[in-house]
């Protein structure tokens, strides 16, 4: 069976944001494709905390300008839960936006397409203060509940 170039593009994002996280000193445990729940876990080997992280990507070919999501994306996730959106680049280092999930839940815009589909999305602009902010990860795994 053929994978899509999304879906291809999908993957590549999950394994480079695990492959940053390994540099960081992280335990990163990537989850069967289409978890629900999330696509990585990441683990603080010094506390023994964890996060559960959610990665969306724009391939190379697409824009950069927004990420597409859903309707559950606008529900409220625990403390413990991140997004990271990926923007693959071909030639230079891939962009990396480290959200957390309240944040997400607050500004996912909603927009009905003329064919009457609706469309759950987040713009770059609102999340643009996020880019390479992987002390996000830091903070929550150290964080007491």
């Known amino acids: 069976m053929d994978m899509s170039n999304r879906q291809l593009s999908g993957m590549s994002g999950v394994y480079y944001v695990a492959a940053e996280l390994s540099k960081l000193g992280y335990i990163a445990l990537v989850t069967t494709r289409n978890t629900k729940a999330a696509d990585i876990i990441a683990m603080n080997d010094k506390t023994g905390v964890s996060v559960a992280i959610e990665v969306k990507t724009c391939g190379i070919s697409t824009s950069d300008s927004f990420?597409?999501?859903?309707?559950r994306d606008r529900q409220k996730k625990p403390h413990n839960f991140i997004y990271v959106f990926v923007k693959l680049n071909r030639d230079k280092a891939h962009d990396f936006y480290i959200v957390p999930a309240q944040f997400v839940a607050k500004n996912v815009e909603k927009q009905?397409?003329?064919t009457g589909s609706i469309w759950y999305y987040i713009s770059k602009d609102r999340i643009a203060s996020f880019k390479q902010k992987w002390d996000l990860i830091q903070y929550v795994t150290t964080r007491k509940s």
């Open 67 to 71: 990420w597409l999501l859903s309707a």
């Open 112 to 114: 009905k397409a003329k």
